[in-house]
């Protein structure tokens, strides 16, 4: 069993609808919980973080982690056709990475329909 | 602020060659991290430096090393480039207490 799931997609939707991004992972050390988006040919580039359970609001996203079900998800409200990217989750122990770094889901690409 | 710059963005390899990655990370961070990232794999940790040091190490060959300069600067190695080793190499620097990485844009290797 791997330590992070992830979907692979691709996930397709149109422009205007609301997206459920999501993760489940296997180690209940991790503390610290990202998102990072990724354009082709460019690193990825954090979007958000949460740090333990509950919910995180930054502007048309929002990322929710579940300690208990080991489940985090992120929510993109008003998708639009910019936002067409992969997006990869990420976990660790500690804020700076830890001793094995961040361990990263394989990543969800996603499909905003104009 | 500049972000983190990787040199070069593209490299193509020979079985058997050695190859070296640079990694110039944000102005003040003093961590620099590296991962690889393949479609079968996805985005593996390779190593971490602090300060000149190596503090953590993924689950890779000894082919993979890298060191850090003084100026935070760090280069990773590769010797006896195999097949396998085709990937896009990120380096990812940290610092002043925030969560998480700033990526670089990568650094694609083909080996053939």
């Not at chain 2, 602090?50 to 060191?67: A, V």
Request: proline content about 4%; charged content about 15%; glycine content about 12%.
């Amino acid at each position: 069993q791997k330590e992070v799931e992830q979907d692979p997609g691709p996930l397709s939707v149109p422009e205007g609808a609301i997206v459920s991004l999501n993760c489940t992972y296997s180690n209940s050390a991790f503390q610290y919980f990202m998102w990072y988006r990724q354009y082709s040919r460019k690193g990825p580039e954090l979007l958000m973080y949460t740090y333990s359970s509950g919910n995180k609001e930054d502007g048309r996203f929002t990322a929710q982690v579940d300690k208990s079900s080991k489940y985090i998800s992120l929510f993109i409200r008003d998708s639009q056709p910019s936002d067409s990217a992969t997006y990869l989750c990420a976990m660790s122990e500690d804020s700076g990475g830890g001793a094995d770094g961040l361990t990263f889901g394989k990543g969800t690409h996603l499909i905003i329909q104009p | 602020k500049a972000g983190v710059t990787q040199t070069p963005r593209y490299l193509i390899k020979t079985r058997g060659q050695q190859v070296t990655l640079s990694c110039s990370p944000i102005s003040g961070h003093r961590s620099v991290s590296w991962y690889q990232q393949t479609p079968g794999q996805g985005l593996q940790f390779l190593f971490e430096y602090f300060s000149e040091t190596q503090r953590n190490k993924g689950n890779f060959p000894g082919r993979f090393s890298g060191r850090q300069f003084s100026n935070s600067r760090s280069e990773m190695n590769v010797s006896t480039l195999e097949l396998g080793d085709s990937a896009l190499y990120l380096c990812a620097s940290t610092g002043g207490g925030g969560v998480g990485y700033t990526f670089g844009s990568g650094t694609r290797l083909t080996v053939v």
